[in-house]
């Protein structure tokens, strides 16, 4: 009976250990723009706050407006114990849709990548 409690508590000791390593990403928790949001003024950069530390060398984002024309960008930072991806915008962007692809890699070495939209109202 000992050694059954034994190779039960290991057995479940590994799945946790397991289990950690599957969330052990950096996964987008917030945006501004928001994600699938509206604002009624262009941004002047990209925040998105990811859930641990990413590394600036493989992180970053890509944008494309209602043309599907690239949106030039700016050099990017970290913030916020390097979880906040901060990426200027070049220029001002018009009304319409955009997509914001993003990716990431975590201080434990997992990528990560996705994509949201976002809309810039007319005035």
């Given at each position: ?39 009624t003024n262009a941004p002047t950069e990209f925040d998105l706050m990811f859930s641990e530390d990413i590394s600036l060398k493989f992180s970053g984002i ?62």
């Open positions: 009976m000992k050694k059954l409690s034994v190779t039960l508590i290991l057995a479940i000791a590994g799945s946790i250990g397991l289990a950690d390593q599957t969330f052990a990403h950096a996964l987008l928790k917030s945006a501004r723009p928001p994600v699938n949001g509206t604002v890509k944008v494309t407006g209602p043309d599907k024309a690239a949106v030039q960008t700016g050099e990017a930072m970290l913030m916020d114990n390097n979880t906040m991806l901060v990426t200027p915008v070049s220029g001002t962007l018009a009304p319409g849709t955009y997509t914001v692809e993003w990716q990431a890699l975590s201080g434990d070495g997992h990528k990560t990548h996705g994509s949201y939209k976002f809309a810039i109202k007319p005035q």
